[in-house]
């Protein structure tokens, strides 16, 4: 393989290098400077010696994705307040690239209380549906070693990783709807909207204000909403775009304070399970409103 092959091989890969580092960091810059990072190893190595592009690619990303979580657990460790993931957004005109499941909010949280090495076998294996074989080679592991690693994550992620009955159209409905009456200062519909037990997490990484711990059941949700619209930190009367976020409908916003996105999960009931509330700027560097 030739240099000019190489490159066409290395941006072939690309997407699925992104997607990898994405559900490893749950950041989008992250994901994006590590795969930038494997461009840097790959374009120091002889294509001749390479017999599996998208073996040796998807190997360096990994390694470099658990190099930077061992590198960054003081600072996460150190995080001010509920942690969210980048949020994840994806045209409303285009068709989704990744399916709900694989991409929700409440999977990628679940994914970050795995060890790096354990997401990374989880990912490799039941997501990226490699074989044992070949993420053992990738991690430098026995394939026993790999099958208990995954073992392990499995049973962490199991009751976290949603299966979405609901469709999008019906997500997409509920979700306009709450939007509506968020902006409206409507209550009592607010509430009707959301599940006896539902969640809503709020990441302002010590930088904006959010709530310091999750808010579990409507009753909590609700006495935030409405603490935060008697302070002006409820997103009503903000400039807003519906995107796809995190594999569902959601909002972009923007007022005087900048932007902040808010993503949506399902129950199957019909009304809203999560919310995550995202205003941590230095997450939403690659979000806007245009």
């Not at 074989?131 to 049973?155: G, I």
Request: include cysteine; hydrophobic fraction near 45%; charged fraction near 30%.
């Amino acid at each position: 393989m030739t240099r000019e092959p190489a490159v066409a091989a290395f941006e072939t890969e690309r997407p699925r290098l992104q997607r990898l580092a994405y559900r490893m960091l749950g950041s989008v810059t992250e994901a994006q400077d590590a795969v930038q990072d494997a461009w840097l190893r790959w374009r120091r190595v002889d294509p001749a010696e390479i017999n599996d592009p998208t073996a040796w690619l998807v190997s360096a990303v990994t390694r470099l994705c658990i190099d930077r979580l061992r590198a960054d657990r003081a600072r996460r460790e150190a995080y001010v307040g509920p942690w969210l993931p980048d949020p994840l957004i994806e045209d409303l005109a285009t068709d989704p690239v990744e399916r709900a499941e694989d991409v929700s909010v409440a999977f990628l949280l679940a994914l970050q209380r795995l060890s790096p090495l354990e997401r990374a076998v989880f990912l490799l294996h039941d997501v990226f549906d490699a074989d044992y074989a070949a993420v053992a080679k990738t991690l430098k592991r026995s394939e026993a070693a790999c099958r208990q690693l995954a073992a392990r994550a499995r049973a962490h992620v199991r009751d976290a990783r949603p299966r979405f009955d609901v469709s999008q159209e019906a997500v997409a409905r509920l979700a306009g709807a709450f939007m509506d009456a968020a902006q409206r200062g409507d209550f009592a519909a607010l509430s009707d909207m959301l599940t006896e037990d539902a969640v809503l997490i709020s990441d302002g990484g010590g930088k904006r204000a959010a709530a310091l711990r999750p808010m579990v059941g409507r009753q909590d949700i609700m006495a935030l909403i409405k603490s935060l619209t008697w302070r002006g930190n409820w997103p009503a009367g903000a400039k807003v775009r519906l995107a796809r976020i995190n594999g569902f409908l959601g909002a972009i916003f923007e007022d005087e304070d900048g932007v902040m996105t808010m993503a949506f999960e399902p129950s199957d009931d019909g009304r809203l399970s999560a919310i995550y509330l995202l205003r941590n700027p230095d997450k939403l560097g690659h979000v806007s409103l245009g």
